[in-house]
Protein backbone atom coordinates (compact mmCIF):
# COMPACT_ATOMS: atom_id res chain seq x y z
CA UNK A 1 0.00 0.00 0.00
CA UNK A 2 1.34 3.67 -0.23
CA UNK A 3 0.24 6.90 -1.84
CA UNK A 4 2.74 7.23 -5.16
CA UNK A 5 4.39 10.59 -5.45
CA UNK A 6 2.60 10.69 -9.21
CA UNK A 7 -0.86 10.33 -6.86
CA UNK A 8 -0.27 13.80 -4.90
CA UNK A 9 -0.91 15.52 -7.68
CA UNK A 10 -4.00 13.97 -8.50
CA UNK A 11 -5.41 14.37 -5.41
CA UNK A 12 -4.90 18.01 -5.00
CA UNK A 13 -5.86 18.89 -8.28
CA UNK A 14 -8.96 17.04 -7.77
CA UNK A 15 -9.87 18.36 -4.15
CA UNK A 16 -9.12 21.95 -5.47
CA UNK A 17 -11.55 21.44 -8.39
CA UNK A 18 -14.37 20.44 -5.66
CA UNK A 19 -13.31 23.14 -3.21
CA UNK A 20 -16.85 25.56 -3.02
CA UNK A 21 -15.32 28.64 -1.51
CA UNK A 22 -13.37 31.08 -3.26
CA UNK A 23 -9.46 29.73 -4.00
CA UNK A 24 -8.11 32.42 -2.30
CA UNK A 25 -10.51 32.01 0.62
CA UNK A 26 -8.55 31.90 4.52
CA UNK A 27 -9.40 28.01 4.81
CA UNK A 28 -8.53 27.19 1.08
CA UNK A 29 -5.47 25.55 -1.06
CA UNK A 30 -2.86 27.50 0.22
CA UNK A 31 -3.74 27.17 4.10
CA UNK A 32 -3.70 23.53 3.20
CA UNK A 33 -0.05 23.96 1.70
CA UNK A 34 1.06 25.28 4.70
CA UNK A 35 -0.81 22.91 6.85
CA UNK A 36 1.31 20.52 4.90
CA UNK A 37 4.57 21.76 4.99
CA UNK A 38 3.98 22.23 8.57
CA UNK A 39 2.69 18.83 9.18
CA UNK A 40 5.76 17.02 7.53
CA UNK A 41 8.18 19.05 9.61
CA UNK A 42 6.31 18.05 13.00
CA UNK A 43 6.54 14.77 11.84
CA UNK A 44 10.09 14.62 10.97
CA UNK A 45 10.19 14.10 15.11
CA UNK A 46 6.49 13.17 15.72
CA UNK A 47 6.54 9.68 14.23
CA UNK A 48 3.69 10.64 12.56
CA UNK A 49 2.05 8.91 9.42
CA UNK A 50 2.99 10.94 6.52
CA UNK A 51 0.29 9.21 3.97
CA UNK A 52 -2.42 10.88 6.77
CA UNK A 53 -1.03 13.81 7.44
CA UNK A 54 -0.51 14.33 3.74
CA UNK A 55 -4.04 13.41 3.22
CA UNK A 56 -5.52 15.46 6.30
CA UNK A 57 -4.08 18.51 5.36
CA UNK A 58 -5.54 18.69 1.79
CA UNK A 59 -8.99 17.30 2.76
CA UNK A 60 -9.26 19.08 6.52
CA UNK A 61 -11.07 22.35 5.38
CA UNK A 62 -12.10 21.04 2.06
CA UNK A 63 -15.70 20.81 2.23
CA UNK A 64 -15.59 24.38 3.84
CA UNK A 65 -19.29 26.19 2.24
CA UNK A 66 -17.92 29.35 3.26
CA UNK A 67 -15.47 30.70 5.79
CA UNK A 68 -17.49 31.87 8.24
CA UNK A 69 -18.41 29.74 11.73
CA UNK A 70 -18.83 26.67 10.19
CA UNK A 71 -19.08 23.38 12.93
CA UNK A 72 -19.80 20.46 10.39
CA UNK A 73 -17.12 20.90 7.82
CA UNK A 74 -15.18 18.77 9.51
CA UNK A 75 -17.59 15.97 9.56
CA UNK A 76 -18.14 16.53 5.50
CA UNK A 77 -14.57 16.41 5.05
CA UNK A 78 -14.13 12.83 6.97
CA UNK A 79 -16.75 12.00 4.60
CA UNK A 80 -15.34 13.57 1.28
CA UNK A 81 -12.33 11.32 2.75
CA UNK A 82 -14.24 7.90 2.12
CA UNK A 83 -15.90 9.04 -1.16
CA UNK A 84 -12.37 9.48 -2.01
CA UNK A 85 -10.37 6.36 -0.84
CA UNK A 86 -10.26 3.59 -3.22
CA UNK A 87 -10.72 6.22 -6.66
CA UNK A 88 -8.03 8.79 -5.63
CA UNK A 89 -5.48 7.32 -2.65
CA UNK A 90 -5.61 3.88 -0.81
CA UNK A 91 -4.97 4.04 3.19
CA UNK A 92 -5.20 0.87 5.23
CA UNK A 93 -8.31 0.69 7.75
CA UNK A 94 -6.25 1.72 10.47
CA UNK A 95 -4.39 4.59 9.15
CA UNK A 96 -7.85 6.39 7.38
CA UNK A 97 -9.71 5.80 11.20
CA UNK A 98 -7.01 8.10 12.11
CA UNK A 99 -7.66 10.39 8.74
CA UNK A 100 -11.14 10.10 10.01
CA UNK A 101 -10.63 11.23 13.53
CA UNK A 102 -8.13 14.15 12.82
CA UNK A 103 -10.55 15.67 10.11
CA UNK A 104 -14.17 15.34 12.69
CA UNK A 105 -12.16 16.64 15.51
CA UNK A 106 -9.98 19.10 14.46
CA UNK A 107 -11.68 22.14 15.15
CA UNK A 108 -13.04 21.22 18.55
CA UNK A 109 -9.72 22.60 20.51
CA UNK A 110 -8.33 19.54 21.88
CA UNK A 111 -5.42 17.40 22.15
CA UNK A 112 -4.48 14.43 21.44
CA UNK A 113 -1.31 11.85 22.45
CA UNK A 114 -2.01 10.13 18.99
CA UNK A 115 1.43 11.41 16.98
CA UNK A 116 -0.39 11.36 13.73
CA UNK A 117 -3.57 13.21 15.06
CA UNK A 118 -1.74 15.36 17.17
CA UNK A 119 0.43 16.08 14.25
CA UNK A 120 -2.40 16.86 12.14
CA UNK A 121 -3.81 19.39 14.64
CA UNK A 122 -0.60 20.80 15.50
CA UNK A 123 0.04 21.82 11.78
CA UNK A 124 -3.26 23.38 11.27
CA UNK A 125 -3.26 25.44 14.47
CA UNK A 126 0.41 26.76 13.80
CA UNK A 127 -1.39 28.62 10.42
CA UNK A 128 -3.34 30.40 12.49
CA UNK A 129 -0.90 33.70 11.82
CA UNK A 130 -3.23 34.13 8.27
CA UNK A 131 -6.04 35.36 10.59
CA UNK A 132 -4.06 37.35 12.72
CA UNK A 133 -3.76 34.95 16.00
CA UNK A 134 -0.56 33.37 17.47
CA UNK A 135 -0.81 29.71 17.79
CA UNK A 136 -0.05 29.31 21.92
CA UNK A 137 1.83 26.31 22.88
CA UNK A 138 -0.59 25.41 25.37
CA UNK A 139 -2.88 24.27 22.62
CA UNK A 140 -0.41 22.15 20.86
CA UNK A 141 -0.53 18.13 21.26
CA UNK A 142 3.41 17.84 20.01
CA UNK A 143 6.62 18.95 21.48
CA UNK A 144 7.61 20.13 18.39
CA UNK A 145 4.15 21.82 18.07
CA UNK A 146 4.99 24.24 21.25
CA UNK A 147 8.73 24.60 20.02
CA UNK A 148 7.18 25.75 16.92
CA UNK A 149 4.42 27.70 18.47
CA UNK A 150 6.94 29.25 20.65
CA UNK A 151 9.45 29.91 18.07
CA UNK A 152 8.23 30.48 14.74
CA UNK A 153 7.66 27.64 11.78
CA UNK A 154 10.15 29.51 10.10
CA UNK A 155 12.97 29.42 12.14
CA UNK A 156 12.91 25.56 12.33
CA UNK A 157 12.66 25.20 8.20
CA UNK A 158 15.82 27.37 7.89
CA UNK A 159 18.09 26.16 10.69
CA UNK A 160 17.09 22.61 9.90
CA UNK A 161 17.13 22.75 6.09
CA UNK A 162 19.75 19.64 6.03
CA UNK A 163 17.20 17.51 7.31
CA UNK A 164 13.56 18.75 6.17
CA UNK A 165 12.98 20.80 3.10
CA UNK A 166 9.52 22.29 2.24
Not at 2 to 10: E, L, P, V, Y
Request: aromatic letters at 10%; proline letters at 2%; charged letters at 25%.
Amino acid sequence: MGIKASQWSRIWEHVIQQFQCDRNSIHGPSHWRRVERNALLIATRSGAIEEVVRLFAVLHDSRREHDAYDTVHGIRAAAYATKLRGKLFDLSDEHFELLQYACQWHTHGQLNNDPTIATCWDADRLDLGRVGMRPAPKFMSTQFGREIATHGVEKFIYDNHKTFRT
